[in-house]
């Protein structure tokens, strides 16, 4: 992936900064301020001065799941926008894919601390918003949001090893099945459960190695990490919601919730 590099100039602020909108908040009845996601400087909180205003050049450009090339003012606890540029892109995600792009920002809101840069994280959020605009309208494929979960919990440091047990430090067991808690990392699932009720809450030991493998690859994850998940993206995801909700502080997401709610009326 080509990556655009911005140009940082001390005491003078930012210029041509890769970036994204996750929220915005009504500050003034002529100005918002944006939580932008950036390439080299994290999640920022960012002053629109003026850009509710109908002459405003912004007013089409700062729009969630867009990307866009931003200038911003020194740093501070709250920068000023100087400048946004769309960079080029899709068209906004609709039906369920559109769910999905408030599912990745709610994380990111909610996970990743301001100023935290993540270059990994963000290339694997604009993997994952190229791909849901590209198949908007369509059930989203569950592979993607594994990736971008996996990439995220790992990046904050809260991803228990995938290749052993975490409690003994023992290497996991040829066949067994291996259940993924918030707090102890991997367990063997108990050998008395039920097949059939083992399987639905815990993957094969040689499942988890493999997911494992494919992290371990650094700069060839976003390539590699898609294969491995692939086959149990579906079973991967309750070991994983569980997993983001701990560590989110919440029993669920809003953005789950509001899926929950669509699901029923359908």
């Not at 992936?1 to 140009?7: F, H, L, N, T, Y």
Request: proline residues 6%; charged residues 20%; without cysteine.
């Amino acid at each position: 992936m080509a990556v655009r590099r911005s140009s940082h100039t001390a005491g003078q602020g930012v210029h041509g900064e890769p970036a994204y909108v996750l929220h915005r908040y009504e500050w003034s009845e002529s100005s918002l301020i944006l939580e932008l996601f950036t390439r080299n400087l994290g999640r920022v909180a960012v002053a629109a001065k003026g850009v509710r205003k109908p002459a405003s050049a912004f007013r089409s450009v700062l729009l969630p799941f867009q990307p866009l090339l931003v200038s911003l003012g020194p740093q501070a606890q709250i920068r000023t926008l100087r400048g946004a540029e769309w960079a080029g892109g899709y068209a906004m995600p609709t039906g369920e894919p559109l769910l999905v792009g408030y599912y990745v920002n709610e994380l990111l809101m909610r996970l990743l601390a301001r100023e935290d840069v993540q270059p990994l994280v963000f290339d694997a959020y604009a993997q994952t918003l190229a791909f849901i605009a590209k198949h908007s309208g369509e059930k989203v494929a569950e592979p993607m949001l594994r990736v971008f979960e996996l990439i995220l919990l790992r990046a904050l440091g809260v991803l228990p090893a995938l290749n052993h047990e975490a409690l003994s430090m023992r290497a996991l067991q040829p066949g067994g099945y291996y259940m993924l808690d918030p707090e102890n990392g991997l367990m063997l699932q108990n050998t008395s459960t039920p097949p059939s009720l083992s399987r639905a809450r815990a993957l094969p030991a040689q499942q988890w190695e493999q997911i494992q493998q494919a992290l371990d690859t650094d700069e060839e994850v976003l390539n590699t990490l898609p294969l491995a998940v692939e086959a149990v993206a579906v079973e991967l995801k309750p070991a994983l919601r569980v997993l983001l909700n701990h560590h989110a502080g919440v029993a669920s997401l809003q953005t789950r919730k509001l899926m929950l709610s669509l699901q029923k009326r359908a």
